[in-house]
């Protein structure tokens, strides 16, 4: 039930999450076994029972990140997991939009056919739609992680009806409810919330204490319902 002054966020019914950095040691997410464990254990505790681990593959900030190395530290890391943890892990990766993303059948998609990209938080690379077209030509769905960061896009909110036009997906960060990325990011997800832009949420949680803010996030009712949506909409990119 939903209280006309607002409840944590903790309390949706949020059973998937799409977006993370947990699995340990590959990029600026968790980095050691053990608080993987621990943060797992907090998701299991919390009702969510599948997450998907989305490692930076940005050859420019993590060059051994590659789709090979990637799937073998996450096999090494399942290897460990305590028997009693019993969610559902998937793997996949957030893909920065530029030159260096080849796209091919070795992606490391969400569900089916989605690909998790990002972009820049300081400007626009100049193939960031061509990359887009790309890969809806090749057969995926391009779905952009945290619209809402991307500060300069901002100018014109058109330029998000653009993207939306190419049949890229919006994933809303559930941090972005907290305004821990600032005024402006907070203004940008209100708008694409009210416009119904978005199709998914996920965390995008890279540490322990993370996850507990975004537990502890007031909403409103009103953005409640519009949350819970996005978030029943995760389970539908495994269905």
């Known amino acids: 039930m939903y209280f006309h002054r607002g409840f ?19 990029d600026d997410g968790i980095q050691d076994d053990q608080e993987a ?3 797992l254990r907090k998701y299991q505790e919390n009702g969510i029972a599948q997450v998907v681990f989305t490692p930076h ?8 990140n590659n789709e090979s190395f990637l799937k073998e530290r996450f096999k090494s890391f399942m290897d460990i997991l305590p028997e009693d943890l019993h969610i559902q892990i998937h793997m996949a990766a957030e893909y920065m939009c ?11 998609i969400l569900g089916k056919t989605g690909v998790l990209i990002e972009m820049s938080y300081f400007f626009q690379y100049p193939y960031v739609k061509e ?10 769905k391009p779905i952009l992680a945290h619209p809402e960061r991307y500060i300069y896009l901002a100018k014109k909110m058109d330029a998000f009806d653009k993207f939306m036009d190419m049949g890229c997906l919006f994933q809303l960060n559930l941090l ?11 203004e940008i997800m209100h708008y694409l919330l009210r416009e119904n832009m978005y199709s998914y949420a996920g965390s995008d949680v890279h540490s322990h204490r993370q996850f507990q803010r975004l537990k502890d996030t007031r909403l409103s009712t009103k953005l409640a319902a519009k949350v819970e949506e996005l978030m029943n909409n995760n389970k539908e990119l495994f269905s």
């Not at 944590?8 to 590959?26: A, M, Q, R």
């Not at 593959?57 to 051994?64: E, L, Q, R, S």
């Not at 530029?98 to 490391?108: F, M, P, R, S, V």
């Not at 990359?131 to 995926?140: D, P």
């Open 8 to 26: 944590k966020l903790g309390e949706l019914p949020f059973t998937c999450d799409i977006h993370s950095h947990i699995l340990p040691g590959v």
């Open 37 to 39: 464990v621990n943060v």
């Open 57 to 64: 593959v940005d050859t420019g900030m993590f060059p051994k």
């Open 98 to 108: 530029n030159e260096t993303l080849k796209i091919g059948k070795d992606l490391l």
């Open 131 to 140: 990359t887009i077209f790309a890969l809806m030509t090749a057969g995926y």
């Open 176 to 186: 972005s409810l907290s305004g821990v990325y600032g005024i402006r990011s907070k």
